[in-house]
């Protein structure tokens, strides 16, 4: 029951978190976390296809290319050909993106210091990252170490 427990304890942060934060970047810049966690992803990637988005995010094509579609809607994308493959086009961010995405970055930093920084040390949060990570990659890769 421990795991059990654990599993519970960790969704159930995971979803008060991403509340928290998803309420404050709608208060302060009016992109919801999803939309704004593929903001991210574009301007890592700089002019991408929406396949290579759906890829990062774990989502389908079809759901990522609605998503983009909001944030084109919103004025923070554009589309344009894609001059290697005429059968898709290219999405990347515009100025507002950059404008939009440094806001919300410092909206997530702020909140994430009021949620962590303020119970738990910096040796704390490094090794709850290192374990996270840790697990991550044996979701990814479930042989057993050792």
Not at 2 to 12: G, I, Q, W
Not at 84 to 100: F, M, P
Request: with cysteine; charged share 25%; aromatic share 4%.
């Amino acid at each position: 029951m421990v795991l059990y427990d654990m599993f519970f304890d960790l969704t159930r942060f995971e979803m008060h978190l991403w509340d928290r934060i998803n309420d404050a970047l709608r208060a302060e810049i009016d992109v919801p976390l999803g939309r704004f966690e593929a903001l991210l992803v574009m301007r890592r990637l700089g002019p991408c296809r929406i396949l290579d988005v759906s890829r990062e995010l774990a989502l389908t094509v079809g759901g990522t290319s609605k998503l983009v579609d909001r944030l084109e809607m919103s004025g923070l994308c554009i589309r344009m050909p894609n001059p290697a493959d005429r059968r898709s086009s290219l999405i990347a961010l515009n100025h507002k993106a950059g404008v939009i995405i440094d806001r919300g970055e410092a909206v997530i930093e702020s909140t994430l210091q009021d949620s962590l920084s303020a119970h738990l040390t910096n040796e704390e949060i490094a090794s709850l990252r290192s374990q996270l990570r840790a697990l991550r990659r044996a979701i990814n890769d479930p042989t057993p170490v050792g």
